[in-house]
């Protein structure tokens, strides 16, 4: 995000908070040729080679079938190959099944999920695939049954208010749901995260959501109310996370659950991360983390003792929360122009990619973090987000300390948060990273060579967030024209949710109406 709350909402008056200006930017960016936009994207060969090695047939496999040089593998011929036992391993290996499973990519469809009269922000998969969660604006929050025909397990009204849902995170066993809101125009308000919750220790199922206030919510998923309504189903019981030094009342952009359920971390317009306890029941750390609002925080691993986060100030900022020191960063990643809008760690430690909103995603090792930050001009140009294109001078800026291992371009970050993902380890060996675009395509991309090998089209309106099912070719697009619509490997004509050409809509309300998270 570029700035606070109001950022993403036209200006309107009479707010308990102000915003300000931050436009990111570093010194001394560099003015390169046009060609760079033309440029083939250079990948770090460190990065191209372990990519290949998690999604490629192993030396063994490959041997097996040729002795020269390197060509495709019909899956005819490792199917083949492992039941005659070519390889003498007696079954494929997790980088012969990933190759197997990437060459049929979901991109056959789409077929409707669910078709809303408001704008689509959240579609995102639980751990294991079996649900489905969508968030819309208008107060709505759905959860489906990815196992049953796509039917409505949950139906969630957040409160008697208008809302936005624009942020999700999963947790491994599916058993709570949190999820907060930022103010709108002639007070509406609106979901800004939406997270699956595990709390193993609790005795019932929740999710949470939070309001201007910085309060997060919890509200019971798995119970056999079917229809949630705020405080009149279902009390949404609420968690604190301001402060008495607090000067006024800031709001909550990002929210993740650390892995074991037991501590939730936020980012806000604060321009801090805040963690809470969730046994406890308090804020245990509080970070001054940038010098612009947090867009993004999210943790490293499965350990959770490693969070990055991204903020407007186009930093973003690795924190152990190990070391003694936890209010410094054990490292500054540079490299972007302008605000982050969304960080996906690859779960391992050391790689992670970012999206931003000077149109491109970066891919980043902590190894080659920097234990300072470099100094930071104005940019050279002004522009906002929200209702603006990216000027066309910018294209051609370069980051003189750029710490990226590769950039990709091609997809579009206007007026919205649009995020980025890692495609699945189980069926692709993470050999893609994937994204929503504000010019109605989803993008996905070659790791291992920076080039795009598919764009989706089909929605009339920004996509903002897309979900890759963890085992199975299915894909899931949410887009501002209201659907909700899902992309398989195989074509089936006769499902009557097949979408066909020319059933798109523009933005349901209009762009002039449309408030901007």
């Known amino acids: 995000m570029s700035v606070s709350t109001l950022k993403y909402c036209l200006e309107w008056p009479n707010m308990p908070w102000k915003r300000k200006m931050h436009h990111g930017g570093t010194s001394q960016q560099e003015q390169v040729g046009p060609s760079l936009a033309d440029e083939v994207c250079a990948i770090d060969e460190e990065v191209s080679h372990l990519t290949r090695l998690k999604s490629e047939p192993s030396q063994r496999t490959r041997a097996s079938f040729y002795t020269g040089q390197k060509r495709p593998i019909s899956t005819f011929k490792l199917l083949s190959g492992r039941e005659s036992n ?6 494929f290996s997790s980088a012969d099944c990933s190759y197997t499973l990437r060459k049929h990519l979901p991109v056959k469809g789409p077929w409707c999920v669910d078709d809303m009269d408001s704008e689509a922000y959240i579609s995102q998969f639980s751990t294991d695939g079996s649900l489905l969660v969508g968030g819309f604006r208008g107060s709505h929050i759905r959860i489906y049954n990815a196992e049953k025909k796509w039917k409505i397990h949950k139906d969630i009204t957040c409160k008697r208010l208008r809302w936005t849902v624009s942020d999700i995170a999963l947790s491994p066993d599916q058993r709570y749901l949190t ?11 609106r979901v800004l995260a939406l997270v699956w919750l595990v709390l193993n220790q609790w005795r019932i199922d929740v999710h949470a959501y939070s309001s201007l206030s910085p309060t997060v919510h919890i509200v019971n998923v798995q119970n056999a109310v079917r229809e949630s309504h705020a405080n009149i189903t279902e009390i949404h019981e609420g968690l604190e996370f301001s402060d008495d030094d607090d000067g006024f009342s800031f709001g909550i952009f990002s929210v993740k659950f650390s892995k074991d359920g037991r501590e939730l971390v936020v980012g806000n317009n604060n321009e801090s991360i805040c963690i809470y306890d969730l046994g406890a029941s308090k804020v245990t750390e509080r970070i001054h983390a940038h ?12 350990t959770s003792d490693v969070l990055y986060s991204g903020s407007d100030d186009s930093l973003c900022k690795v924190w152990d929360r190990r070391c003694h020191k936890r209010q410094k960063p054990v490292g500054v990643l540079t490299g972007h122009l302008d605000g982050i809008t969304f960080i996906d760690s690859g779960g391992d430690g050391h790689y992670f990619i970012s999206n931003c909103k000077d149109q491109t995603i970066k891919l980043w090792d902590l190894r080659k973090m920097s234990s300072t930050t470099k100094d930071c001009t104005p940019k050279s140009y002004e522009w906002d987000y929200r209702w603006m294109t990216y000027p066309s001078e910018a294209r051609y800026l370069k980051h003189p300390y750029d710490q990226s291992l590769a950039t990709f371009r091609g997809h579009s970050v ?3 948060l649009i995020r980025c993902y890692f495609s699945p380890m189980h069926s692709t060996g993470q050999r893609y990273i994937y994204t929503g675009s504000s010019d109605q395509c989803v993008y996905i991309y070659d790791v291992a060579t920076g080039n795009v090998v598919e764009k989706l089209r089909w929605h009339g309106s920004i996509i903002r967030d897309c979900s890759w099912h963890p085992y199975l070719p299915t894909f899931v697009s949410s887009s501002w024209d209201g659907y909700l619509v899902r992309w398989e490997a195989t074509e089936d004509d006769k499902d009557p949710s097949m979408l066909k050409a020319g059933k798109q809509r523009m933005h349901p309300e209009g762009y002039q109406l449309s408030f901007v998270l």
Do not use: H, I, K, Y
Not at 86 to 91: P, T
Not at 179 to 187: A, C, E, H, S, Y
Not at 293 to 302: I, L, P, Q, S
């Open 291 to 302: 010098v612009a609002d947090v867009n993004v925080v999210t943790f490293a691993d499965e």
């Open 179 to 189: 999820f907060f809101q930022l103010p709108t125009p002639r007070g509406r308000s």
């Open 86 to 91: 070519c390889s003498g391993m007696g079954r």
């Open 414 to 416: 206007l007026r919205t």
